[in-house]
């Protein structure tokens, strides 16, 4: 695979001189047309020590205006990141649409490293590579421009570039003991390398290989490959907005399925496989309610102690009783354990990034817990029955939130989802109720009223997110929430039996 990169291939200094004018000239042109562009640029950049990664970063700073740059360079994790996913300081760090963010020591160095040292076995690599294609096929998809470049040197190049560094004053400091010890793992690294880039090199990430030994052809390689990349994307944008703008057939949105569909029926299957009827005396609930919170907050407690983080996601019909559930639990917890999060429309950054961004960023430290009023469910509920996302789009959000929250999982956090079912009728009580009461009167909407008449649509939308995102590492509880004290005891409960579900799991490990 990496025989290309060990041709021998230079550039003069005359020759590289001309080509960068020119090319200087085109990337500040096509930067300056991004900034108001659809998509981000993502740019990763790794390979073989002393290869001119970081020079390379270096470089394109100096030939385009680096206050719409953003480098990213992550070494040995910190505290704060070890407390979260692997990916989180990745999702975080995403550029915004009309930026560029350039990563240096990203989401492939711990892999390949962790194969060259026999820290996982071949499983467990072929894992991580594919949890990578699945990161980079969702920026992809969201429209983000993905640019791989492996900067290759051969072992004897290696070998003379790092002697080379050791011996000037001024860079001696770039080459440390683990760069040499890398080194003598040339060959293992190579072959994990090799499997990386052929398992994760795609039509939408490509990979391009680059000869690092010579400065000018390695710098000029890199710098055209950008910029005819990057013009490529414009185009294309460009081209989908005249198609878009001429068009004078309107895109079908759910509404208009809705609209000449046969009627629907009043209530789904599988929600009207719950049981409305379930209730619980005040007394009982009374009862209930002390023991329960005492025995989560215990819970709660001691995940913290252990740094077991818990993600309570809360979905619904309005007026289904979120808020009110939520303080219950909440009233069981220390205040300095909780986060709530009420999700509502995303503003304008977060309209900039994919829709998962403002997710990850809001993740818990260890043995904390967050709790979503409203979530990333929100792409395949509202966003598609509003016609807000495109049917690709909400058809393979599936897929991305599964894969997000197996990484949840996976880090060892407690994922716990429900949804909150009452009866067409029921809501309507409760919309009256809230229309007549002072104190109330702020919850109803007119997007409340709106999105009752849109119910057969969202009972669909909601079958098919519980079908298809209900897995064993996150699974979906229906709660009866026509009596609210019934629904928040069987959330307490459900919540207290995945903890000690959890710790059991914990300590059969």
Same mark, same amino acid.
Do not use: C
């Given at each position: 695979?990496?025989?290309?990169?060990?041709?021998?291939?230079?550039?003069?200094?005359?020759?590289?001189?001309?080509?960068?004018?020119?090319?200087?000239?085109?990337?500040?042109?096509?930067?300056?047309?991004?900034?108001?562009?659809?998509?981000?640029?993502?740019?990763?950049?790794?390979?073989?020590?002393?290869?001119?990664?970081?020079?390379?970063?270096?470089?394109?700073?100096?030939?385009?205006?680096?206050?719409?740059?953003?480098?990213? &360079?992550?070494?040995?994790?910190?505290?704060?990141?070890?407390?979260?996913?692997?990916?989180?300081?990745?999702?975080?760090?995403?550029?915004?649409?009309?930026?560029?963010?350039?990563?240096?020591?990203?989401?492939?160095?711990?892999?390949?490293?962790?194969?060259?040292?026999?820290?996982?076995?071949? &499983?467990?690599?072929?894992?991580?590579?594919?949890?990578?294609?699945?990161?980079?096929?969702?920026?992809?998809?969201?429209?983000?421009?993905?640019?791989?470049?492996?900067?290759?040197?051969?072992?004897?190049?290696?070998?003379?570039?790092?002697?080379?560094?050791?011996?000037?004053?001024?860079?001696?400091?770039?080459?440390?003991?683990?760069?040499?010890?890398?080194?003598?793992?040339?060959?293992?690294?190579?072959?994990?390398?090799?499997?990386?880039?052929?398992?994760?090199?795609?039509?939408?990430?490509?990979?391009?290989?680059?000869?690092?030994?010579?400065?000018?052809?390695?710098?000029?390689?890199?710098?055209?490959?950008?910029?005819?990349?990057?013009?490529?994307?414009?185009?294309?944008?460009?081209?989908?907005?005249?198609?878009?703008?001429?068009?004078?057939?309107?895109?079908?949105?759910?509404?208009?399925?809705?609209?000449?569909?046969?009627?629907?029926?009043?209530?789904?299957?599988?929600?009207?496989?719950?049981?409305?009827?379930?209730?619980?005396?005040?007394?009982?609930?009374?009862?209930?309610?002390?023991?329960?919170?005492?025995?989560?907050?215990?819970?709660?407690?001691?995940?913290?102690?252990?740094?077991?983080?818990?993600?309570?996601?809360?979905?619904?019909?309005?007026?289904?009783?979120?808020?009110?559930?939520?303080?219950?639990?909440?009233?069981?917890?220390?205040?300095?354990?909780?986060?709530?999060?009420?999700?509502?429309?995303?503003?304008?950054?977060?309209?900039?990034?994919?829709?998962?961004?403002?997710?990850?960023?809001?993740?818990?430290?260890?043995?904390?817990?967050?709790?979503?009023?409203?979530?990333?469910?929100?792409?395949?509920?509202?966003?598609?029955?509003?016609?807000?996302?495109?049917?690709? &789009?909400?058809?393979?959000?599936?897929?991305?939130?599964?894969?997000?929250?197996?990484?949840?999982?996976?880090?060892?956090?407690?994922?716990?989802?429900?949804?909150?079912?009452?009866?067409?009728?029921?809501?309507?009580?409760?919309?009256?109720?809230?229309?007549?009461?002072?104190?109330?009167?702020?919850?109803?909407?007119?997007?409340?009223?709106?999105?009752?008449?849109?119910?057969?649509?969202?009972?669909?939308?909601?079958?098919?997110?519980?079908?298809?995102?209900?897995?064993?590492?996150?699974?979906?509880?229906?709660?009866?929430?026509?009596?609210?004290?019934?629904?928040?005891?069987?959330?307490?409960?459900?919540?207290?039996?995945?903890?000690?579900?959890?710790?059991?799991?914990?300590?059969?490990?």
């Amino acid at each position: 695979m990496f025989e290309v990169a060990q041709l021998g291939m230079k550039l003069s200094d005359k020759v590289y001189k001309e080509r960068e004018k020119a090319l200087r000239e085109r990337l500040l042109a096509l930067q300056f047309q991004l900034q108001s562009a659809k998509f981000s640029v993502v740019v990763v950049f790794a390979g073989v020590n002393a290869a001119g990664k970081s020079e390379m970063i270096n470089q394109l700073n100096a030939w385009m205006d680096p206050r719409w740059l953003e480098t990213h &360079a992550y070494g040995a994790a910190t505290e704060e990141t070890r407390q979260r996913p692997p990916y989180w300081h990745y999702w975080r760090d995403l550029p915004a649409k009309g930026r560029m963010g350039l990563f240096l020591s990203s989401w492939y160095s711990q892999p390949v490293l962790d194969k060259v040292y026999a820290r996982i076995d071949d &499983a467990s690599y072929q894992t991580s590579l594919m949890q990578i294609a699945n990161f980079e096929r969702a920026l992809s998809d969201d429209g983000t421009l993905v640019l791989k470049f492996w900067m290759h040197l051969d072992r004897k190049a290696q070998k003379k570039r790092m002697n080379q560094l050791e011996k000037d004053p001024l860079t001696a400091w770039r080459v440390t003991d683990k760069d040499w010890e890398n080194y003598h793992h040339y060959d293992d690294f190579i072959r994990a390398a090799e499997t990386a880039l052929h398992k994760t090199g795609t039509g939408q990430a490509p990979w391009l290989i680059v000869e690092g030994e010579d400065e000018n052809y390695r710098s000029i390689t890199v710098g055209e490959a950008l910029a005819d990349a990057l013009e490529k994307q414009l185009q294309r944008q460009q081209y989908a907005d005249k198609r878009h703008a001429e068009s004078s057939v309107r895109l079908l949105t759910t509404q208009d399925v809705a609209d000449n569909a046969p009627p629907a029926p009043s209530v789904h299957p599988l929600l009207a496989s719950v049981d409305l009827t379930q209730s619980i005396t005040p007394v009982e609930y009374k009862d209930q309610l002390a023991k329960l919170q005492a025995r989560l907050g215990l819970l709660m407690q001691q995940a913290q102690d252990v740094g077991m983080t818990n993600v309570i996601v809360f979905e619904g019909w309005d007026a289904a009783g979120k808020g009110s559930a939520i303080r219950r639990i909440t009233q069981a917890l220390d205040a300095r354990q909780f986060v709530v999060h009420p999700i509502a429309a995303p503003s304008d950054e977060e309209l900039a990034h994919h829709y998962l961004w403002r997710f990850w960023r809001r993740l818990p430290r260890a043995g904390k817990v967050a709790i979503f009023d409203r979530s990333w469910y929100g792409r395949v509920l509202v966003e598609r029955v509003e016609g807000f996302a495109s049917e690709s &789009a909400w058809m393979r959000a599936y897929a991305e939130i599964s894969d997000f929250e197996d990484e949840l999982a996976a880090h060892g956090i407690v994922v716990t989802k429900f949804w909150l079912n009452i009866s067409p009728e029921e809501q309507l009580r409760r919309f009256d109720e809230r229309a007549n009461v002072p104190w109330k009167q702020f919850k109803l909407t007119d997007d409340d009223w709106r999105n009752r008449e849109k119910r057969p649509l969202y009972e669909q939308a909601v079958a098919d997110m519980i079908e298809r995102t209900s897995t064993h590492f996150a699974p979906w509880t229906l709660i009866a929430a026509e009596d609210k004290r019934f629904a928040r005891i069987q959330i307490l409960k459900t919540l207290i039996a995945r903890l000690e579900e959890a710790f059991a799991q914990r300590d059969a490990v």
